[in-house]
């Protein structure tokens, strides 16, 4: 028998596209200490970090099977992220903090060694070129 694949990557992205459907905005609570994880530091509290990532706060959004990806600002300074599938903990809605937190499932192992391995991390270089049409994309830390 295969192994099962986890259904973490699959619920992010429907419930990120369900919470852009509602009018709301996507925040991921993110493990900020597992390896792998690129967020600005200056913002990570007792371990963790909550990001922004509606349309207008991020350029970029990837959602795969092994992690997120974009580029946004923090205080005005471009940065790429990426975050490990298995360092998110919860996608919510910053207006009302509906959504979905993940504890542990069938197939995390995998995503923990691939996590420790690096695999799949993005290169650190300079962030895509701003969309054009003026739009300043913004992130904030939320508590």
């Given at each position: 028998?295969?192994?099962?694949?986890?259904?973490?990557?699959?619920?992010l992205r429907a419930l990120h596209e369900w919470v852009l459907d509602n009018g709301l905005t996507p925040h991921l609570a993110v493990d900020a200490t597992l390896q792998g994880v690129q967020v600005p530091e200056q913002f990570v509290q007792d371990g963790q970090i909550?990001?922004?990532?509606?349309?207008?706060a991020v350029q970029g959004l990837?959602?795969?099977?092994?992690?997120?990806?974009?580029?946004?600002?923090?205080?005005?300074?471009p940065m790429n992220v990426y975050v490990p599938m298995v360092a998110?903990?919860?996608?919510?809605?910053?207006?009302?903090?509906?959504g979905?937190?993940?504890g542990v499932e069938p197939g995390v192992e995998?995503?923990?060694?691939q996590a420790?391995?690096?695999?799949?991390?993005?290169?650190?270089?300079?962030?895509?070129e701003p969309?054009?049409?003026?739009?300043k994309p913004a992130l904030r830390v939320v508590k």
């Open positions: 028998m295969s192994s099962i694949k986890p259904s973490r990557p699959y619920l909550t990001l922004n990532i509606a349309p207008g990837m959602i795969d099977d092994h992690g997120i990806s974009f580029s946004a600002r923090f205080g005005g300074v998110v903990m919860a996608i919510f809605t910053r207006e009302n903090g509906m979905m937190g993940f995998e995503l923990l060694k420790e391995d690096g695999v799949q991390l993005p290169p650190d270089d300079e962030p895509p969309p054009k049409g003026g739009g």
